[in-house]
Each structure stands twice: as C-alpha cells, then as structure tokens.
T-cell receptor
Framework: GAVVSQHPSRVICKSGTSVKIECRSL??????MFWYRQFPKQSLMLMAT?????????EQGVEKDKFLINHASLTLSTLTVTSAHPEDSSFYIC?????????????FGPGTRLTVT | GQNIDQPTEMTATEGAIVQINCTYQ??????LFWYQQHAGEAPTFLSY??LDGLEEKGRFSSFLSRSKGYSYLLLKELQMKDSASYLC??????????WGAGTKLIIKP
C-alpha cells in the first residue's frame, strides 16, 4: 500500500516554456502533499506544502507565481514550472501523507527529472 | 534555528556493520525518520522513532535518544545494494519535516 506515482519521470523542455508534473496517491487519500526539489549531491529541499482544496504554503525563497501548485483532489496534486529556465533543471519529488497524527509518514513518488535547455 | 547533522560520507565493507549517526536541534519533536535514497531515485522509508530506544527491522535498526537529540541507523550484514544515501529527518512541533543533508554510504567488497 501507500503508493505514490509521478508523471512524467523525465522531461526535457526549452527555456521559456511551462512544464506540468503530476503527483498521484494511488491507494490512499492524501490530506497533504509535499513538493521537493533536489539538486545533484544535495539533500531534499521542501518547496511547498499543499492541502486539498486550499492554497499551497510555499517555503521562503520559492516563487509561488513560478511554481504553481494545484491540489484539486485527495489523490492528485500538480506542480507547474512556468517560464522554465536552465537553472530550474533539477529532480522534483512529491510526497503524500495522511497528515496529522493519523499519518506522519511521507510516501514519496519516484521523482521527475526536469532538464531545461 | 533548526539543524540536523549527519556525516557526509561513510565507507564500509560488505558483510560488516555500520552505524550512521544523526544529531538534531529542532523546535519541538514529533518523531525522527530514516530514509534510504539510491542515486537518481526518490527516498524510501526505513524507520520512524518517536520514543526512546531501539527499533529493529531485519538488518536495519534505528535508535533514538530524545534527551540527547540523537539517533543512529545501524546496518548489519552489509550488502552492495546498501550503497546509497541515508537521510535523517525530524518532524518538528508544526509537523514539518526537517531534513538532514544525508550520509552517502559506500560499500566495498
């Protein structure tokens, strides 16, 4: 149980275009979903936390107008990187949890490797 | 500020035992996680400790001392596939996960 999928697994896009990454919890309803970014040889960096039906909470330094997050249902959250630049190239990972005391564990998706040329 | 410290890199021999330490200073504590991350892949859950003591799960064990702000992950009978980064993360009082930078474990034959 507790499977989280991400799509696409890899994407290459041109500078200035937008890319949408989907994160789905396949066998449970995720109250909370998290989006992380990881640069090579560095640890996970939390970008934002999203709760179903409400606006995402962005970490300091993350531009909410550039990284659009939509958590439309308890099983789906999307991250859209708008007007992508080469410096946005990274490994983007989502995770999902039941939230609160019911489920503190985060279940991670397989990640999406974004390359902006 | 909130801080998680763990060694950057460790090397061990196949078949041996290795202990990866993690110390933390966070605003509140609601548990400590250990995750394994192979290169180019997402983290996978290994353990969760919220009470003091040792939790054993097969070849992997995790220990927690809340009074010392300290945890370790113990890996026994090391296998080549255990070569990965091991991430320590603490759930703070706001249920936000604070991540360590990870320990890269290199297993040699």
């Amino acid at each position: 149980g507790a499977v989280v999928s991400q799509h696409p697994s890899r994407v290459i896009c041109k500078s200035g275009t937008s890319v949408k990454i989907e994160c789905r919890s396949l066998d449970f309803q995720a109250t909370t979903m998290f989006w992380y970014r990881q640069f090579p040889k560095q640890s996970l960096m939390l970008m934002a936390t999203s709760n179903e039906g409400s606006k995402a909470t962005y970490e300091q330094g993350v531009e909410k107008d550039k990284f659009l997050i939509n958590h439309a249902s308890l099983t789906l959250s999307t991250l859209t990187v708008t007007s992508a630049h080469p410096e946005d190239s990274s490994f983007y990972i989502c995770s999902a949890s039941l939230g609160g005391l019911a489920g503190v564990e985060q279940y991670f998706g397989p990640g999406t490797r974004l390359t902006v040329t | 500020g909130q801080n998680i410290d763990q060694p950057t890199e460790m090397t061990a021999t196949e078949g041996a035992i290795v202990q990866i330490n993690c110390t933390y200073q966070t605003s509140g504590f609601n548990g400590l996680f250990w995750y394994q991350q192979h290169a180019g892949e997402a983290p996978t859950f290994l353990s969760y400790n919220v009470l003091d003591g040792l939790e054993e799960k097969g070849r992997f064990s995790s220990f927690l001392s809340r009074s010392k702000g300290y945890s370790y992950l113990l890996l026994k009978e090391l296998q080549m596939k255990d070569s990965a980064s091991y991430l320590c993360a603490v759930l703070d009082s706001n249920y936000q996960l604070i991540w360590g930078a990870g320990t890269k474990l290199i297993i040699k034959p």
